[in-house]
């Protein structure tokens, strides 16, 4: 076997399946309680910075549930769905296990949004808070009275309006769905639709989704690099599949044409069929059992390397192991289910011409 195609061949090989992200299989997803944080949110002690987006560090204490910094206020993310980019938040304060301290107060403020991370997910209402109010209040507006001594009340209440100027602040609750009482809507919370880049392209092309802190930009981490929206499993496949030409070139250099002969399956899964209907027989050209071995090696190593799903292919290492490997270690590879464009079919026999005819 001429040594240099073998080496040329290795070498393609050696660059498809070793030209992963260092980012690929760094970001996995994390439980907070009862909650899965994933993409775009990150916890800081237990995910990678690059895992995430600026602005969804969540903080997860011994398992508890996640909390998300909003206009200087910790919201509880009760609930995540990421298939269609929304969350269910709760200012933490107005939650049964609060701490009420005489300055808790301090933690109940506006939810000012930033447009470029969030929007409102639904239409919704908002309850007034007045906040700080004069110490007699507790006693004449026991009705009114929520956490940390603030009064929740409506706009058109009758007593609003004379007690507005007496408190040192008005905050604005939103709540969705029908009014009960007011503690019971401040405990309902609300939910949000988040802005950052739709993960599921990335996450369906066998990727991980992340964000480039250099370039501001989402990224998704791929086994053969990083991309600006998921992996590119077409071209690592086009790539791989000139090693496996390579190998055709010097076999039907070495036994002349005798008739032009088209084939009309895609050329990885014909190889792929011989591989699997005539295991054992020899390469046409190879003269030795040892050649036969090592171009079956190549080719099912090849076969690995463009498997569609990144996932699926093997890292750098594990492809020095295979060839190194014994011939009857190597799995056979899932089948290719690319197909080529049909072409008209002219065989000089029932087997074609100027390729590989069994391996």
């Known amino acids: 076997m001429n040594y240099y195609y073998f080496l040329f061949t290795l070498a393609l090989i050696l660059h498809i399946c070793s030209s992963s992200d260092p980012y690929f299989n760094t970001c996995f997803s994390a439980k907070c309680g009862d909650v899965k944080i994933t993409y775009p949110f990150y916890t800081a002690n237990q995910q990678k910075l690059h895992c995430g987006y600026p602005g969804f560090e969540v903080s997860c204490q011994n398992g508890s549930s996640p909390y998300l910094n909003i206009s200087g206020s910790n919201y509880v993310i009760k609930k995540i769905w990421y298939e269609n980019q929304t969350f269910e938040v709760v200012n933490s304060i107005f939650l049964p296990s609060a701490t009420q301290t005489p300055n808790c107060s301090g933690s109940i403020r506006n939810m000012t949004l930033d447009s470029s991370l969030f929007n409102f997910a639904a239409s919704h209402n908002e309850l007034i808070l007045l906040v700080n109010c004069p110490q007699n209040s507790s006693t004449k507006y026991k009705q009114y009275m929520v956490n940390c001594g603030a009064l929740a009340m409506e706009e058109n209440d009758p007593e609003f309006e004379g007690l507005k100027h007496k408190c040192d602040r008005v905050v604005l609750v939103p709540y969705e769905g029908e009014k009960e009482s007011f503690t019971e809507v401040l405990r309902r919370g609300v939910a949000l639709r988040w802005v950052a880049n739709n993960c599921s392209d990335c996450a369906h092309s066998g990727g991980q989704c992340g964000y480039n802190q250099t370039s501001s930009a989402f990224q998704c981490y791929c086994s053969d690099g990083s991309y600006s929206h998921q992996c590119q499993v077409a071209a690592a496949s086009a790539i791989a599949i000139v090693l496996l030409v390579v190998l055709v070139i010097y076999l039907r250099r070495r036994h002349a044409a005798k008739k032009s002969t088209f084939i009309d399956l895609y050329f990885p899964e014909w190889i792929y069929n011989q ?37 699926n292919r093997p890292s750098m290492n594990k492809v020095v192991e295979m060839l190194e490997g014994s011939l009857e270690s190597l799995q056979m590879p899932p089948k290719p289910d690319l197909s080529s464009p049909s072409r008209s079919v002219s065989y000089s026999s029932s087997t074609p011409q100027n390729v590989v005819t069994s391996i």
Not at 275 to 294: F, R, S
């Open 275 to 311: 591989l699997e209907v005539e295991q054992g027989t020899a390469l046409q050209g190879i003269m030795n059992d040892e050649e036969n071995k090592i171009q079956r090696k190549i080719i099912l190593v090849g076969l690995w390397c463009i498997q569609n799903f990144p996932s």
